[in-house]
């Protein structure tokens, strides 16, 4: 049996000042509505830090509750920011196993109100204390990747600041991105430092939102594969890998996709991947076997929307936004509208088969999910 | 397709030194073992507060690669402390679906290592704040349902404290149990008061843990029906529910898992119920409609070893204790090992059908799970 999605919906992001719940009902109420499923038959909620950051454990309660949707069963996914994409992997095999019709998956977090070194210190514990000592966190991390990359390829600052040029030009477009304005190379070198190379318009930023899918025994959109890998919690346990530029678990996760898919990287229309930081948006597209020279297909227009392979045409988690446990969804949501021809401005003509990609940690939990339009 | 339990296993729950990674380890190298499966499809981890207590954010990549079952698909799975259950539900989903043959579900926690304060304030999040404003933590919540079960059923403090000389009698057989030492009722009622009329020997405690069951195409124990319900998250908004003795959720998840086996309450051998505080010793049995009179069933040895209707035989949550995110697999651990005639001196004789009882937050999220021998 195959399952599908049936409806979607998100909330702006950015820095919001309702509460959790309330930004869950919005989302929830959409898709719900866009689905035309009064009661779907489980909740799935994905939210990396409900508790950190929400004050609120018990999340999946308190969503399906303000939902009006008890006594559904509940229950909270998490995989890190793959967390969403984790949902709708486990959402697909309720449907699949016949235990559930349609299943709502939503995703939220609530962040900006709460300090950046709170934040820091949260997003920190994905790395093992043993790297933390080292000052090894994901933007540490991520800058010893942009250096390599930028040494292995020749490619300079500059090229690495394209990234969140197209990914801001690709927001102004979308209504429900934090960043609708765009930025330039100046703009992105003239940013504060984090993490040298990178500085702060490098780097997705701190965002609040929810953004939800129902998953159902029919619908426009198939969820034709599911690829998942893991790969070692300390990169510095990592083997086997000898550029250091990329994630051996996309190139495993992306194999199973296709694979189950049955389909070619030249079937895929439309890309959402996971660019939480600048030398990702490069990084990915190789990884995922797409493109060979994701620099120069930058720069010759390809991955930009009106491009062979657009990628990230909602601006991407550096411009959309990046509510950890919501950015799965906000992939997923945004490959339901362009599958269904409802993106607007940004649309992707003639799209029939996308592709979201989301990592968890550095590069340890990957999902690659391929969707298709039902004729 | 239906799913069952390969294999199951447990670490000692109490004070334990080892990492996280480490309990987990142990637990599910046994359970895999048991299950005599080298490599499972995919690992869900219960774990309710791995990066508040746990230190450890991305925990499902954590196990995942201390297994060494990288690349395997592997997610995390929270429904307050009955995340064990949820993890257990939705890996029958996966076996259900085609999509995995051996699913690894795996629960575990640290807890002991953090000052109690702390503990209580996390834990105390699973309340809404307006609710945490007025005191009314889960102890505090439990001690009202406990003054009102007196009051309605004239059961004297002193009855109330059965249920922990119970629990701790079981846990005495036990290996794996926390507290291996009788408590009379003298002791029950000299232990530090927590919220009148609880005393400390009325809560389960603070402890360490994991445990771990394989969720397979095949195996011994059938996992004949799974029920679940969700509650209010704000307990002052339950309505409908005139007693205030005993949780809603817990009728609608036996009716419905119930129904699913195809099972009457008479068919049941043994049970692993949520005991969290003593009042839940005498309510949950009457919410899943096993016995009319918990309390002059205790006394009279009806749910004891050796009795018509054995619950907690290991000890319970009060005895064996209490890591929240392993206590849902630990239930299954207990029942696997009684319906393959491997409990030792705790054998329930000729158990054939069993069921597990978990809850989330305040009767919020209730999982119950019937099991089923297989010939």
Redesign the interface.
């Known amino acids: 049996?195959d399952a599908y999605l049936s409806g979607a919906a998100t909330t702006r992001f950015g820095r919001r000042s309702e509460s959790l719940a309330a930004l869950a009902r919005e989302a929830g109420e959409a898709a719900l509505a866009a689905a035309g499923v009064d009661r779907p038959d489980h909740v799935l909620v994905s939210c990396?830090?409900p508790?950190?950051l929400g004050?609120?454990?018990?999340v999946?309660?308190?969503v399906?509750?303000?939902l009006g949707?008890?006594?559904?069963?509940?229950?909270?996914?998490?995989?890190?920011p793959a967390?969403g994409s984790?949902a709708v992997?486990?959402a697909?095999?309720?449907?699949?196993?016949?235990?559930a019709r349609d299943v709502l998956v939503l995703g939220v977090e609530r962040m900006t109100h709460r300090p950046s070194a709170e934040i820091a210190s949260?997003?920190a514990?994905?790395t093992?204390?043993s790297e933390r000592a080292l000052g090894l966190t994901m933007p540490a991390l991520t800058a010893l990747m942009a250096r390599r990359w930028m040494h292995a390829t020749g490619a300079s600052r500059e090229d690495l600041a394209l990234a969140p040029v197209k990914a801001h030009r690709h927001a102004v477009g979308n209504p429900h991105a934090q960043f609708r304005k765009p930025v330039t190379v100046a703009d992105v070198l003239a940013s504060p430092p984090v993490a040298d190379p990178l500085r702060v318009l490098d780097c997705a930023p701190v965002t609040d939102g929810a953004a939800a899918v129902v998953v159902s025994h029919r619908g426009p959109v198939r969820i034709a594969g599911v690829g998942?890998?893991?790969?070692?919690?300390?990169y510095t346990?990592r083997r086997g890998e000898p550029s250091l530029v990329g994630f051996?678990?996309t190139r495993?996760a992306a194999h199973k996709a296709f694979s189950e898919a049955r389909k070619m990287r030249r079937d895929v229309d439309v890309v959402e991947h996971h660019d939480a930081f600048s030398v990702l948006e490069f990084a990915n597209v190789a990884d995922l076997g797409l493109l060979d020279d994701p620099l120069a297909r930058l720069e010759d227009g390809t991955t930009s929307l009106g491009g062979a392979l657009p990628t990230n045409v909602g601006g991407g988690l550096k411009a959309r936004g990046h509510p950890v446990g919501a950015t799965g969804l906000a992939q997923a949501v945004e490959l339901f509208a362009q599958l269904t021809r409802n993106a607007g401005a940004r649309q992707v003509d003639g799209a029939k088969v996308a592709l979201a990609h989301n990592i968890?940690?550095f590069g340890?939990?990957v999902f690659v999910t391929l969707y298709e339009a039902v004729a």
Chains 1, 2 share one sequence.
């Open positions: 049996m990396q830090f508790g950190e004050d609120a454990e018990n999946a309660v308190l399906a509750d303000t949707l008890l006594p559904v069963p509940a229950a909270r996914v998490e995989a890190a967390s984790a992997a486990l697909r095999a309720l449907v699949r196993s016949g235990e949260v997003l514990r994905m093992p204390p998942q890998a893991t790969d070692t919690y300390a346990d051996p678990a495993v968890g940690g340890s939990n």
